[in-house]
């Protein structure tokens, strides 16, 4: 294919791809079961407020996660707003800052503070060990990130939590369709969140769901979703409005029906690129334990730029140029966005491993938009742009 650096796009050349590949293109699944839907909904004109679809795609989560409660909502961040309030969290919840910024502004959007503590170089999620060590008298919960659908250490928090009496809750807006030693994610601490925005795997245009196996907690969110309403012109507790529309739910229930399929894609991609990348020195895929059940969404590499002598950055750079858009989740990180660079200006020195993987993550495309020829040919851009060992001194000359 490329046989030296001036038929890379960004030195001059044609981009090898002609139409952008994104990380996060949606799945579409079934259009025809889709539109039958909506035609659906639109017969019996209802188009909100539990109707319907909504209920069917609350039951059919809970089956498939085997969790007493789904409340589907309209989004994952005031899924997480509507967990944190119910739960009664207030002073300091420890949170990872290596995690999209909704988990931190769903926190201080109720003048809670987020104490954002370091994650494991290994798994990209909360060190348990070092959440104990941030534990205050103001400390009234954790929030572990399964991110990537990788679980957080969920024993050990459980434990951590339980021992210092705080509330244990899980952002797995990520982690649908993965287990934690055999069991779905989505059963573990007092609720757990998924988002099921356009670019997760599955979809409902924008949505979320909280799932949770208490009662109380199931009975206080929906009031809470619902205005508080509790019957007609009956509100019985402080509320917002977090509901699911129709439309989402018919989208929610044909992602559903192709699960399956969508997972199987992005196995295969993964293993694509796990093939294509494998022994490049300085480049790391981030693994999947192959004995859970994973959902691969997300194509994560670790860029070690003391070995590829070619940044991050650079590879981001050269990958847009050729029409790839990779990303660099989450740079620079949640402590360097404001508000919290402004309230605590030197949170990152507490927080070196975060530091670290917001200089070298970066995320590839996936998913049914993306072919394994697709695949191949971004991981041969990658191969040639690292043996070519170009690095930004020689080309800025500073
Ligand atoms: N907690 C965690 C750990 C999360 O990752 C998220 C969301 C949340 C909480 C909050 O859940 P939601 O309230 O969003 O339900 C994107 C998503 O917007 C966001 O949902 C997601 N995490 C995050 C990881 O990724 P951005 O800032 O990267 O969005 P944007 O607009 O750059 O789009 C991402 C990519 O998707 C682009 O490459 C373009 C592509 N795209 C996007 C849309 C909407 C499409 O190809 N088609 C589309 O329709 O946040």
Redesign the pocket.
């Given at each position: 294919m490329i046989k030296n650096l001036s038929e890379f796009a960004f030195f001059g050349g044609e981009p090898k791809f002609q139409e952008k590949l994104?990380?996060?293109?949606?799945n579409v699944g079934n259009r025809d079961r889709l539109l039958t839907r909506i035609n659906d909904m639109l017969d019996r004109r209802w188009f909100s407020n539990s109707g319907a679809f909504v209920q069917e795609f609350e039951h059919r989560v809970a089956d498939y996660l085997g969790v007493k409660h789904c409340i589907a909502v309209c989004?994952?961040?005031i899924a997480?707003e509507l967990v944190i309030r119910a739960l009664e969290l207030k002073g300091e919840v420890i949170i990872p800052s290596f995690?999209?910024i909704?988990?931190a502004h769903a926190l201080q959007w109720q003048e809670i503070t987020p104490v954002f503590c370091d994650v494991d170089p290994k798994t990209h999620t909360l060190n348990p060990w070092r959440v104990e060590s941030l534990i205050t008298p103001r400390t009234s919960g954790i929030i572990g990130?399964h991110?990537w659908g990788q679980s957080c250490d969920v024993e050990i928090l459980t434990e951590i939590a339980d021992k210092h009496h705080l509330k244990l809750m899980f952002?797995a807006?990520?982690a649908f369709g993965c287990s934690y030693r055999g069991k779905m994610l989505g059963n573990f601490g007092s609720a757990e969140v998924f988002?099921?925005?356009?670019?997760?795997f599955i979809n409902t245009f924008?949505?979320?769901a909280i799932v949770t196996n208490n009662d109380e907690l199931n009975q206080k969110i929906r009031l809470m979703k619902n205005f508080g309403f509790s019957g007609f012109d009956n509100v019985i507790y402080l509320g917002t409005n977090g509901k699911m529309s129709e439309i989402s739910a018919a989208m929610g229930l044909t992602s559903l029906e192709s699960l399956q399929e969508f997972i199987e894609v992005n196995r295969r991609n993964y293993k694509c690129y796990q093939e294509g990348l494998s022994e490049i020195p300085g480049v790391r895929l981030f693994p999947v334990d192959d004995a859970q059940q994973h959902n691969y969404q997300y194509v994560v590499l670790e860029i070690d730029e003391n070995q590829t002598r070619v940044s991050r950055d650079l590879l981001v750079k050269i990958l847009h140029a050729e029409n790839v858009?990779a990303?660099r989740?989450f740079y620079p990180g949640c402590h360097r966005m404001e508000p919290y660079r402004s309230y605590f200006p030197h949170a990152g020195l507490l927080l070196p491993e975060t530091e670290k993987l917001t200089q070298r993550v970066l995320i590839l495309p996936t998913g049914t938009a993306i072919l394994e020829d697709d695949v191949s040919k971004i991981c041969q851009i990658i191969r040639l742009i690292i043996a070519s060992q170009i690095n930004e001194y020689e080309l800025t000359g500073n």
């Amino acid at each position: 294919m490329i046989k030296n650096l001036s038929e890379f796009a960004f030195f001059g050349g044609e981009p090898k791809f002609q139409e952008k590949l994104f990380v996060g293109r949606p799945n579409v699944g079934n259009r025809d079961r889709l539109l039958t839907r909506i035609n659906d909904m639109l017969d019996r004109r209802w188009f909100s407020n539990s109707g319907a679809f909504v209920q069917e795609f609350e039951h059919r989560v809970a089956d498939y996660l085997g969790v007493k409660h789904c409340i589907a909502v309209c989004n994952g961040t005031i899924a997480l707003e509507l967990v944190i309030r119910a739960l009664e969290l207030k002073g300091e919840v420890i949170i990872p800052s290596f995690t999209f910024i909704a988990t931190a502004h769903a926190l201080q959007w109720q003048e809670i503070t987020p104490v954002f503590c370091d994650v494991d170089p290994k798994t990209h999620t909360l060190n348990p060990w070092r959440v104990e060590s941030l534990i205050t008298p103001r400390t009234s919960g954790i929030i572990g990130v399964h991110v990537w659908g990788q679980s957080c250490d969920v024993e050990i928090l459980t434990e951590i939590a339980d021992k210092h009496h705080l509330k244990l809750m899980f952002d797995a807006s990520h982690a649908f369709g993965c287990s934690y030693r055999g069991k779905m994610l989505g059963n573990f601490g007092s609720a757990e969140v998924f988002s099921f925005h356009a670019t997760k795997f599955i979809n409902t245009f924008e949505g979320g769901a909280i799932v949770t196996n208490n009662d109380e907690l199931n009975q206080k969110i929906r009031l809470m979703k619902n205005f508080g309403f509790s019957g007609f012109d009956n509100v019985i507790y402080l509320g917002t409005n977090g509901k699911m529309s129709e439309i989402s739910a018919a989208m929610g229930l044909t992602s559903l029906e192709s699960l399956q399929e969508f997972i199987e894609v992005n196995r295969r991609n993964y293993k694509c690129y796990q093939e294509g990348l494998s022994e490049i020195p300085g480049v790391r895929l981030f693994p999947v334990d192959d004995a859970q059940q994973h959902n691969y969404q997300y194509v994560v590499l670790e860029i070690d730029e003391n070995q590829t002598r070619v940044s991050r950055d650079l590879l981001v750079k050269i990958l847009h140029a050729e029409n790839v858009i990779a990303r660099r989740y989450f740079y620079p990180g949640c402590h360097r966005m404001e508000p919290y660079r402004s309230y605590f200006p030197h949170a990152g020195l507490l927080l070196p491993e975060t530091e670290k993987l917001t200089q070298r993550v970066l995320i590839l495309p996936t998913g049914t938009a993306i072919l394994e020829d697709d695949v191949s040919k971004i991981c041969q851009i990658i191969r040639l742009i690292i043996a070519s060992q170009i690095n930004e001194y020689e080309l800025t000359g500073n």
